[in-house]
């Protein structure tokens, strides 16, 4: 009997739960204990995130010789421009980032990551890896855009960014179902890969927060 998606993402997110609560910069923003220069440098280095991720996905996409995959990747392009553009208010609301490494590499081995992926990554594993993380990265996202209004006093433009990915997106779900599915029935995908791939995404996304942690904690 063929695995079911949702189960193999149900059993590599209860992996990933436990390592979830290691963002040590989310609680600063919420606490409204970080520096306002953080969101600066939040800004600076998503816009290079986005930008690198948006032609991450095209490539991941190109490659992908299975139509559910294409669709998924395809799907999430247009979401890094869209965002990408979201950040133009931050940034003019705080100003230049002045921190002493631009950009900091803790916080783009994420985009290599993905970038190294899109080379060399098989379709389906990738696609569970990617959206395994998805749910925390929202609630980060979620908590920051809200102690950002709460404390910092940003209005909704400048939190679009963070408002963006905080938002349920069922369709993406589906698609990145879709994907998982299509290689488990084909035998194409090694779920012990996709387990891998779903660890590394986390421990770098925890890296981007975390290097931002070390640097504006006060």
């Not at 986005?50 to 190109?62: G, K």
């Not at 998982?180 to 891998?196: K, S």
């Not at 931002?212 to 006060?218: K, Q």
Request: charged fraction near 25%.
């Amino acid at each position: 009997m063929t695995r079911s998606a949702r189960k193999l993402l149900e059993e590599i997110q209860a992996e990933l739960a436990p390592r979830d609560g290691d963002n040590r910069l989310v609680p600063l923003i919420t606490a409204g204990r970080a520096p306002r220069a953080v969101f600066a440098a939040l800004a600076a280095e998503e816009k290079l995130i986005t930008l690198s991720d948006w032609r991450s996905f095209h490539a991941l996409a190109a490659r992908a010789d299975e139509p559910h995959a294409r669709v998924f990747f395809g799907g999430l392009a247009p979401g890094e421009q869209q965002a990408n553009a979201m950040l133009d208010a931050l940034l003019a609301a705080t100003g230049p980032d002045h921190g002493d490494e631009r950009p900091r590499a803790g916080c783009q081995a994420y985009p290599a990551y993905v970038a190294w992926l899109a080379l060399n990554g098989e379709s389906s594993a990738t696609a569970a890896g990617i959206f395994a993380n998805f749910a925390a990265f929202g609630r980060y996202c979620k908590d920051v855009a809200a102690g950002m209004r709460e404390h910092y006093r940003f209005t909704g433009e400048q939190c679009a960014f963070f408002d963006y990915f905080a938002a349920d997106v069922p369709e993406i779900e589906e698609q990145a179902l879709a994907a998982i599915q299509a290689g488990l029935d084909a035998h194409r995908l090694d779920e012990r890969e996709a387990h891998r791939c779903a660890r590394l995404f986390q421990s770098y996304e925890l890296l981007f927060w975390n290097t931002l942690a070390d640097e504006f904690t006060v």
